[in-house]
């Protein structure tokens, strides 16, 4: 590595219990650690924020709604439609 393009680590003292709080709620609000939120949340302000690709969460409340059982089932299904029919494609 190129000297000045090291990781470097920052120790936070005395931030207000308001602050903490609005951290602890990104970190939460968006699924990732609070040292990734602070990280996330300065990128922002000082413009050097990578442009991410839109996060969509419509279907979140389906994830685990299904047993076991019925995840294969589905997955089973789905094995015989992936099934290429050869004649077609020649």
Not at 5 to 10: C, G
Not at 25 to 45: C, F, I
Not at 67 to 84: G, K, P, T, V
Request: hydrophobic fraction near 40%; glycine fraction near 6%.
């Amino acid at each position: 590595m190129q000297w000045g393009m090291q990781m470097k680590t920052l120790t936070l003292r005395r931030l207000r219990p308001e602050l903490a709080r609005a951290i602890e709620r990104k970190a939460h609000e968006v699924g990732t650690s609070l040292s990734g939120a602070v990280l996330a949340l300065l990128e922002q302000a000082t413009g050097l924020s990578k442009k991410r690709k839109a996060s969509h969460h419509d279907l979140d409340r389906f994830f685990g709604a299904w047993s076991a059982e019925e995840a294969r089932a589905f997955d089973r299904s789905l094995s015989r439609q992936r099934r290429i029919d050869r004649e077609l494609w020649t």
